[in-house]
C-alpha cells in the first residue's frame, strides 16, 4: 500500500494551497481517509478525513469554512483544499488511510496506513 502525498508549500497568510494523497496497492472501499498535521514536538492531530464510499466528511472545528476534503475515486486520490490560510496552519500534514467506526463516523478513523509528510508553511 502507497500513500503519496503532495502539495505543501509555502504561502502568506490569506492564501491558498491543495493537497493531493493518491493511494495504491489496496482496495479502499471500507476506508476513510484523514489529513493530520502534525508540529515538531507534538501529536499528530486528525484535521479532516473523508469516507471513501459516501464521501461523508469531518472537520475539527478550527479548519471549518476553510478547508475542503475531497475525493476522485476513480484517480484514488483525495484533496485537501485550504483556503484563508492562518500562521497556526503551518505544519507537516500526513494523510492517512483506515477503518471507522459506521456509528461515530469518519472522525473516528483509525489509520493502517500513512503517506509521507509534506510541508506547510504559513507566513503572516
Known amino acids: 500500500v502507497q500513500l503519496q502525498a503532495s502539495g505543501g508549500g509555502l504561502v502568506q497568510a490569506g492564501g491558498s494551497l491543495r493537497l493531493s494523497c493518491a493511494a495504491s496497492?489496496?482496495?479502499?472501499?471500507?476506508?476513510?481517509m484523514g489529513w493530520f498535521r502534525q508540529d515538531p514536538g507534538k501529536e499528530r492531530k486528525l484535521v479532516a478525513a473523508i469516507s471513501w464510499s459516501s464521501g461523508s466528511t469531518y472537520y475539527v472545528d478550527s479548519v471549518k469554512a476553510r478547508f475542503t476534503f475531497s475525493r476522485d475515486n476513480d484517480k484514488n486520490t483525495v484533496y485537501l483544499q485550504m483556503n484563508s490560510l492562518k500562521p497556526e496552519d503551518t505544519a507537516v500534514y500526513y494523510c492517512?488511510?483506515?477503518?471507522?467506526?459506521?456509528?461515530?463516523?469518519?472522525?473516528?478513523?483509525?489509520?493502517?496506513?500513512w503517506g509521507k509528510g509534506t510541508q506547510v508553511t504559513v507566513s503572516s
Open positions: 492517512g488511510a483506515g477503518l471507522y467506526n459506521r456509528y461515530s463516523g469518519v472522525r473516528s478513523i483509525r489509520v493502517d496506513y
Open positions: 496497492g489496496h482496495t479502499f472501499n471500507n476506508y476513510a
